[in-house]
């Protein structure tokens, strides 16, 4: 059974960092795009970043230059750096996993979802 778990999420002021991680099992995602994206209370769920098998990379506009994806193919994991946080980056990040969504940025793209972390980012 194909499970993504995430992990890194906290509490943290202003101008700090966090790391998620995000573990796959089940099977390999090697040959998967993965992604991450956030939910924050009341709003739609939004891109941040993501990495194809062939190690193309995107990102959002609003985390672009503070946000590194990265990903272990080894570990079977992808990382998020999040450096300079701001309190608009509060949310519920979460990681996803396709075979190759057409549309990356695209939440509905993606088959296999993690359950989330939640991040909070205080002023």
């Known amino acids: 059974q194909e499970q993504l778990v995430e992990s890194g999420g906290g509490l943290v002021q202003a101008g700090g960092s966090l790391r998620l991680s995000c573990a796959a099992s089940?099977?390999?995602?090697?040959?998967?795009?993965m992604g991450w994206f956030r939910q924050a209370p009341g709003k739609e769920r939004e891109f941040v970043a993501a990495i194809r098998n062939g190690g193309t990379i995107y990102y959002a506009e609003s985390v672009k230059g503070r946000f590194t994806i990265s990903r272990d193919n080894a570990k079977n994991t992808v990382y998020l750096q999040m450096n300079s946080l701001k309190p608009e980056d509060t949310a519920v990040y979460y990681c996803?996993?396709?075979?190759?969504?057409?549309?990356?940025?695209?939440?509905?793209?993606?088959?296999?979802w993690g359950q989330g972390t939640q991040v909070t980012v205080s002023s």
């Open positions: 996803a996993a396709d075979r190759n969504p057409p549309r990356i940025r695209v939440h509905q793209m993606y088959s296999y």
């Open positions: 089940g099977r390999t995602f090697s040959s998967y795009a």
